[in-house]
């Protein structure tokens, strides 16, 4: 049974290392330790007055440059501080009633992991070498030196992935969670949860939850991954990309009928759990350089008005821009450095207000629809260049469209609405969207 209060979580999505200006890819390890991590303190104020409240933290533990190459898990990585600084952000989050969730990375590790370490120096030898996916017989007569015959993560060498077939590995990770929920998070994101056996995490997280019940655990899905793997893996929820993919496209390409087809996708995955939603994270494009600024609140709108626990990943709240490449270093641009703490309200420039106003709104129409988190969504009208959505429960429903025309748009709602986000008029039953607008409704009382 999924912990309830995950039925009113709103993440606000943090990269640690670029957000407080870590160098990402240091020339040399160092183990000197400097204190960054406050300066996400500083911006926590910033995510209450949002309406958020939660904090989704990407890596945190010491790494040998992003952070998805660990080398301890036990270990805050000495670019962002120490023990005692996160244990102050989890105290500051607890303070303001907001979760927190870190970044478990689980598939792999880096190749400087003392495992893997010990492995190059003695191969088969070590008591370590059974925790890797080793294939010795590609390396006969293997000597020091050589290299390791080692499976890797999706063609990165750095990265080395474990053996979830190894019960130690399974014992590592139960430590490695209970540790940190003893700390005081109150879940997990489990990086790559794709690439892992689902058998592996049916066996470690009932042994979690024995001693934390009220943990959540979503999982990190790209594609071809449903509601099966949630019921043999015991995952609470997995990332929802066919709808990230359906907003961002259909809104650049104004045709809209892919954002129809997630919608209806995602109803199906409602059988088996909730979906984590999104329309920006640490590893994509950032949603205002996808579709413009402009139209950055119509995919805001969808996002907090379709079933999931939706996420914002930090500064798409004020249309921040960034592209990712393929290439050493592409990730940089939508991982960038933050202040100290967040612009006043009257430094922003009008695009960044404008966002950061419409999330403010649609945070508010979440609060107030709580049973948003499971309610089936269904396509009302739908055209090239716009869209009417319609949903609802026994508990109430909302209606969102979405018009990036260059035209008015008149939309038939079936009876009286009322605009609670967004701008339109209305006439008669009909809601009026001037070009490039968009809105949620309720049904007038």
Excluded: C
């Excluded at 933290?57 to 660990?70: E, N």
């Excluded at 949860?193 to 024995?210: D, K």
Aim: net charge negative.
């Amino acid at each position: 049974m999924t912990a309830a209060w995950t039925e009113h979580v709103l993440w606000w999505q943090v990269y640690p290392l670029g957000f407080v200006g870590a160098e990402i890819r240091p020339e040399s390890p160092t183990s000197e330790v400097t204190h960054r991590l406050d300066r996400i303190v500083g911006w926590l104020d910033h995510v209450i007055e949002l309406g958020l409240n939660g904090l989704q933290l990407g890596p945190v533990f010491a790494s040998t440059s992003h952070g998805y190459d660990t080398v301890d898990h036990f270990t805050v990585d000495p670019r962002l501080g120490d023990g005692d600084d996160l244990d102050r952000l989890l105290a500051e989050a607890r303070a303001r009633g907001i979760r927190v969730l870190l970044d478990g990375v689980f598939n792999h590790v880096s190749r400087a992991h003392p495992w893997f370490a010990d492995v190059e120096a003695r191969g088969p030898e070590s008591e370590y070498a059974d925790r890797f996916r080793i294939d010795w017989d590609d390396a006969p007569g293997w000597h020091p030196g050589d290299a390791v015959p080692a499976q890797v993560f999706e063609g990165h060498d750095a990265l080395v992935v474990l053996n979830h077939d190894s019960e130690a590995v399974r014992d590592h990770v139960v430590e490695i969670m209970s540790h940190w929920l003893d700390r005081g998070i109150d879940g997990w994101r489990l990086d790559a949860a794709y690439a892992v056996p689902a058998s592996f995490w049916a066996a470690v997280l009932p042994r979690v939850r024995e001693r934390h019940p009220e943990a959540w655990f979503s999982g990190e899905v790209i594609h071809g991954v449903g509601g099966d793997f949630v019921v043999e893996s015991t995952i609470d929820s997995l990332t929802q990309y066919e709808l990230w993919q359906g907003i961002w496209h259909s809104l650049s390409d104004r045709n809209l009928f892919e954002l129809a087809h997630a919608v209806e996708r995602g109803n199906e995955l409602l059988q088996h759990s909730i979906p984590s939603t999104f329309i920006g994270n640490h590893d994509v494009t950032r949603i205002a350089s996808a579709v413009g600024a402009e139209l950055v609140p119509h995919a805001a709108a969808v996002l907090f008005t379709v079933a999931g626990v939706p996420s914002v990943y930090a500064g798409d709240e004020y249309a921040h821009l960034g592209v990712k490449e393929a290439r050493l270093g592409g990730d940089d641009a939508v991982r960038p450095e933050f202040p100290s703490t967040p612009p006043a309200p009257g430094e922003l420039p009008p695009e960044a207000a404008a966002v950061l106003r419409a999330h403010e709104q649609l945070v508010a129409v979440r609060r107030r629809h709580p049973w948003l988190h499971s309610a089936h969504t269904d396509v009302v009208e739908l055209q090239n260049e716009w869209i009417v959505l319609r949903t609802a429960t026994g508990s109430g429903a909302v209606v969102t469209a979405l018009n990036p025309s260059a035209e008015p748009r008149r939309l038939p709602v079936g009876g009286p609405h009322v605009p609670i986000a967004g701008e339109a008029t209305t006439e008669g039953d009909d809601l009026i969207i001037p070009p490039g607008g968009w809105l949620v409704a309720e049904p007038a009382e």
